[in-house]
């Protein structure tokens, strides 16, 4: 059982917003790197973004550079992921995965290193 849990996804129209949340149900939550990945039907999962123990450093995809945004609040334990003018292309469904790195100012949007998963939600942008 992962205490990663996201929530947030929907059907949006191309062009629309829509922001995603990771939630943490565990403890420590502070100490964990987090990445979001995507996976769409035929293709293979890809990380999306991710923010790291401290917050300071977020890495993104080239695909959704300036136009998602990741972001951490731990006192809530949520990590959430603002995604702006979607594409019919960022289909797919959505996994926040957590990893406690040594490094505070680390994380990769590579999929290995991240051991927690959550179960995913669907995002479909169609007009």
């Known amino acids: 059982q992962s205490p990663f849990v996201e929530s947030g996804g929907s059907l949006v129209q191309p062009g629309g917003s829509l922001t995603l949340s990771c939630t943490f149900s565990?403890?420590?939550?502070?100490?964990?790197?987090v990445g979001w990945f995507r996976q769409a039907p035929g293709k293979e999962r890809e990380g999306v973004a991710c923010?790291?123990?401290?917050?300071?450093?977020?890495n993104y995809a080239e695909a959704v550079k300036g136009r998602f945004l990741i972001s951490r609040n731990n006192a809530q334990k949520t990590v959430y992921l603002l995604m702006d003018s979607l594409k019919p292309e960022d289909t797919a469904i959505y996994y926040c995965?957590?990893?406690?790195?040594?490094?505070?100012?680390?994380?990769?949007?590579?999929?290995?290193?991240?051991?927690?998963w959550g179960q995913g939600t669907q995002v479909t942008v169609s007009s």
């Open positions: 923010i790291s123990e401290s917050g300071k450093v977020a």
């Open positions: 995965a957590g990893e406690v790195f040594a490094g505070e100012d680390y994380c990769p949007t590579t999929a290995d290193p991240y051991r927690n």
């Open positions: 565990g403890l420590r939550m502070q100490y964990h790197a």
